[in-house]
């Protein structure tokens, strides 16, 4: 399977504790995002990466959230300190961009996050 | 501000008929606009998508209407399979070279029921 890839796909954690997922995107892939969906929404962008280079950030991503994508291929997101009102689904999407057409964005399953 | 909104939360259709999702949006910047189907505890699945110079697109089972004067679009499944039952998204990207170039903005989601 050569789809977008993410772990884990469900988190439990109390509040105040740190937490970590990991995404894997399609291999060819040169743009990476990260998106955060709560129940009866759609999904709201909270940043993307350009190969390596982080270039847009919501303003949904407070200073506990930060986001790598050290070596242009995985991406990591990081929240610190977590809040009740961080649970959610927490989706990975990747795309093949060049020029300035505009490409489908391909999904992870996500990380579904319960903060306790 | 919900700048793309789905005001249908749910949608019955009979297997075989036509299932016809709606989809309006505020800001004349959009030039992308795409279809996503999402099964409940997996990642939303891309299903077509249209570009603003266009007013139509079709695949297979699947033809979306974009009405640019309207801000309006419009997926089309023909005929209807109980395999459709899933929730559908709307997205709308800005392009490439604005800030927050390529991110999706989604709608809050349609929940499509094919009953046999």
């Known amino acids: 399977d050569t789809g977008v890839s993410q772990d884990p796909r469900h988190k439990i954690t109390k509040r105040g504790q740190n937490v970590t997922f990991r995404c894997d995107p399609i291999?060819?892939?040169?743009?990476l995002y990260w998106y955060r969906q709560t129940l009866g929404q759609g999904p709201e962008f909270l940043t993307y990466f350009q190969n390596e280079a982080q270039l847009e950030k919501s303003r949904l991503l407070s200073d506990r959230f930060s986001a790598e994508r050290p070596k242009g291929s995985f991406s990591t997101l990081e929240i610190q300190r977590t809040e009740q009102g961080d649970s959610a689904m927490y989706l990975c999407?990747?795309?093949?961009?060049?020029?300035?057409?505009?490409?489908?964005?391909?999904f992870g399953p996500g990380t579904r996050l319960t903060v306790l | 501000d919900q700048q793309v909104k789905q005001n249908s939360p749910s949608l019955s259709v009979q297997e075989g008929r036509i299932s016809i999702l709606n989809c309006d949006y505020t800001?004349?910047?959009?030039?992308?606009f795409l279809w996503y189907k999402k099964y409940p505890a997996e990642g939303p699945t891309f299903l077509i998508s249209?570009?603003?110079?266009?007013d139509k697109n079709e695949d297979g089972r699947f033809t979306v209407f974009l009405n640019k004067s309207a801000k309006h679009l419009s997926l089309h499944i023909v005929p209807s399979q109980p395999g459709d039952s899933a929730v559908y998204f709307c997205a709308a990207s800005f392009p490439n070279y604005m800030e927050y170039g390529n991110k999706l903005v989604f709608g809050a989601g349609t929940i499509l029921r094919v009953k046999s």
């Open positions: 291999s060819e892939h040169n743009r």
């Open positions: 800001n004349s910047m959009f030039d992308y």
């Open positions: 249209i570009s603003s110079i266009k």
């Open positions: 999407a990747s795309s093949l961009v060049s020029g300035l057409a505009s490409n489908e964005q391909f």
